[in-house]
Each structure stands twice: as C-alpha cells, then as structure tokens.
C-alpha cells in the first residue's frame, strides 16, 4: 500500500473536525432559536448516510461501471492527472475553451462519462465531474473525503433553504427544521458523490439570495442567484428553468424591475425549449430510460411501453406521472428491502403532512403566500418532470427529493403559527 494511503484517515477525520468547528464559530450558522450542537448532529447523519451510500455502491453493486458515483469518480482522478501532464489541456477541459480540439480530446478519451456526457435538459455529467477533479487535489483521490465535501454542500444548501424560510413561518420554525434535515430520503440521496448535493447547494443559495435582494435590493445577492443558477443548468438545465418560471410568483417588488429582468430571461429559456422540440425531447429522454431498465433488467419499472414523442402522448401521460411520482412506491407492492424502506418512509410523510394540514392549516396572505405558491408549484413541475422521463421506481425515489423538500416547504407554510406552541429547537 502506498504511502498516502495511510493518510486518508487522519485527513478525513481533519476535514470532519474542521466542518464541525466552522459550524459553531461561523456566523453564518446562527438562527435564533438553532441549538449548533442539533446541527452538527444533522453534518454527521449526513456523513454516515455518505458512508454508507458509498459501500452499497462499491460492495452490494459490484460494477463500478454501472454506479453513477464511482464513474464521476473514475473520471474526475482521470481529469486531474491532467494538470501534472498538460496544464494548458487541463485548463482547456476544466473551462471547456477549446477542449474539443484533437489534442485535449485526446486526454478525455479514456473517461466514461466525461466524452459521452449526456448533454441534454435532463442531465449533463461534466459539471460535477469537474467539482471532484479539483476536490481530488484536496482529498488525494480519497472518495470517502470527496463524498464528505459532497455533503457539506448539500447541509449548507439545506441550511439556506431554512435561513430563507424561517421568518415567514414564525412561531413554528422547528416544524420546517427537523423535516428538511430528516426525511430519510433526503438524508440518503444528498449524502454521496450525487448531483442532487450540488442541486440542494445551488437551490438553497438561489432563494436565499433572491429573498435578500429583495429585501434591500443589493446586487451581490442578485449576483449569488445568477451564480446558482448556472450551477444548475451546468448539471440539470429543467431544474434552473423550472426555477426561473416559478420565481414569477416570488414577492418581488415591481417597482425594483426585477420582474421584468427574470421575466426577459423566462421568455429566452421558453424560446430554447420551444425551439428545440420540448415534448419530444421529454418523451425521448423517457424512451431511451425504459430501454436501459429493459437491457439491464431494471426491477422496478413501473411502465416499459415506448411512447411517441409528441406533446399530446406527454399530456396523457400526467395522472400516471403524478401518482409515481409523488405517492409511489405504494407499501403493498413488495420489491427490494429499500423500495420497502423508502414506500414506508413515504406513506409516513404523506400522513404526517396531511395531519398538520389537518390540524394547523390557515390560509396564508401577502408575502408568505406566493412563497408558498413558489414552493408548491417548483415541487410539482419537477415531480411532472421526473414522472414523465424516468419510468424506474428505484431512479424516481431518487431525483424525486428535491421535489420532497419543496413540498415539505410549502406545507410549512400554510401552518397556523398561532395554534402551535412555540418552542426552542
């Protein structure tokens, strides 16, 4: 064994101690009424999720070819040993100026997913492929490290998302704070080498700054918002489009203009999408997953017939789309132990929202009800979107829980703050 190998543990057990100390030191981590150490508890859930999340894909699925984690890993150690060969190639690739020229191309050549990205709305590997290259400097090639940098991303995305809501559901923000960083799904799938951690970063980083611009019309927090959401259409381009047509029902003031701002932008991506055969696109996306689930014998595809890619054949296919996408899998329907696990785990969620409706709902008014809107509406294009081009049950637990949090948002608020008690978290 080399000799760096012996230094993995040290320096995962330092960046851990570090992450830990940032959270009770930075100021960024202060809420009234946030006991740091109840955080610090939600840092290592998440890093024993990424843990353990990582061993299933090493050990109980053997192929590391067929593991999403391991061939962004692969690619990004291919990609960084770039840098000590041919530093202008590695600069050319990890911009993406020039890297398609014979002799850059030559050094991507051998990654999996890098050349053969899947450039389209729904996916694009090389963003995340490019956040492990460079995380490899820092964790000497270490996935476990890379995956504990993965998961701070995605606790400080969850953070920023409470930091954004907080003050509009007042008097019950424990409510919000303990189902954004305990919904099982969410703890699991946001815990690995996924791009679901630099989602959650990039989502929460977007609402918060906007909200803050908002508020005091800064532009560096506009400049965050942009930020974010090119990391977003850097990984998922629906998931920053879907963003900025929900952001139309945000209270944002129209005197500040920044309607008019977000709305040029809307009509630009609605041209793109418009332009280049949306529906069928969707539906292509959907035909070439149910093709894969029948070649690599996919135990829980939930409808394996190909369908024509048109937008009348997508419209028929919104009742199947919602019900998979938001109620499935149902607990009757057996399967494997962690379909079972997340079909109970989602049956419980469901029930428990649907009980706080229940008994705390009032109608919000103002500012905190097109929030709400903002929220319910984000959740249930992305949940229409999943549904209609991943026809897997095992690939929907999954892309699904960025939809999860959004819906637990919007539940929060629509609470009635008055009628519970208010305690410290």
């Not at 956040?131 to 890379?146: A, G, K, P, R, T």
């Not at 998931?239 to 920044?258: D, E, H, M, Q, Y």
């Not at 029948?294 to 997508?314: F, K, M, R």
Request: glycine residues 6%.
């Amino acid at each position: 064994m080399e000799f760096i190998h012996y230094l993995h543990i040290p320096l995962y057990l330092f960046y851990l101690g570090l992450f830990c100390w940032l959270i009770y030191r930075w100021r960024f981590f202060e809420s009234q009424g946030v006991d740091k150490r109840q955080l610090v508890s939600f840092l290592l859930l998440k890093v024993l999720a990424g843990i353990v999340l990582t061993l299933i894909y090493t050990y109980y699925y053997t192929d590391p070819a067929k593991a999403d984690i391991h061939r962004y890993f692969r690619d990004g150690k291919i990609i960084s040993n770039v840098l000590f060969v041919n530093p202008s190639a590695w600069l050319q690739i990890m911009t993406g100026i020039g890297m398609h020229s014979k002799e850059v191309y030559l050094y991507m050549l051998p990654t999996l997913y890098f050349t053969h990205h899947a450039g389209d709305l729904a996916n694009n590997n090389q963003f995340i492929i490019r956040v492990i290259s460079v995380c490899n400097y820092f964790s000497l090639y270490n996935i476990y490290i890379n995956t504990l940098f993965f998961d701070l991303l995605s606790f400080v995305g969850l953070f920023l998302l409470f930091k954004s809501l907080k003050r509009f559901v007042t008097g019950l923000p424990q409510i919000l704070y303990f189902l954004l960083f305990l919904i099982p799904s969410v703890i699991f799938w946001s815990s690995g080498l996924l791009k679901e951690n630099i989602l959650l970063f990039a989502i929460g980083l977007y609402l918060y700054s906007i909200l803050r611009w908002c508020d005091d019309g800064k532009w560096k927090y506009l400049f965050g918002a942009l930020v974010a959401l090119c990391i977003m259409a850097s990984i998922k381009l629906y998931i920053a489009g879907l963003l900025l047509l929900c952001s139309f029902v945000l209270p944002v003031p129209v005197s500040r203009n920044k309607k008019i701002i977000a709305l040029a932008i809307g009509l630009a991506l609605a041209w793109y999408f418009t332009g280049n055969n949306f529906c069928e696109r969707i539906i292509d996306k959907r035909n070439n997953f149910v093709q894969l689930a029948i070649t690599e014998n996919a135990g829980s595809v939930v409808d394996n017939s190909i369908t024509q890619p048109d937008c009348a054949h997508l419209f028929q296919l919104v009742p199947s789309t919602l019900v998979n996408s938001i109620l499935r899998p149902f607990i009757w329907e057996g399967g494997k132990l962690f379909q079972r696990a997340f079909a109970i785990e989602n049956t419980l969620l469901l029930a428990l929202l649907v009980y706080l409706l229940f008994r705390y709902f009032k109608w919000p008014t103002g500012n905190k009800l097109r929030l709400a809107g903002f929220c319910f509406l984000f959740a249930l294009l992305n949940y229409l979107v999943i549904g209609a081009t991943v026809p897997v049950m095992g690939a929907i637990v999954h892309y699904r829980i960025i939809s999860t949090v959004f819906m637990v948002m919007g539940v929060t608020l629509l609470l009635n703050k008055r009628e519970v008690k208010t305690e410290q978290l």
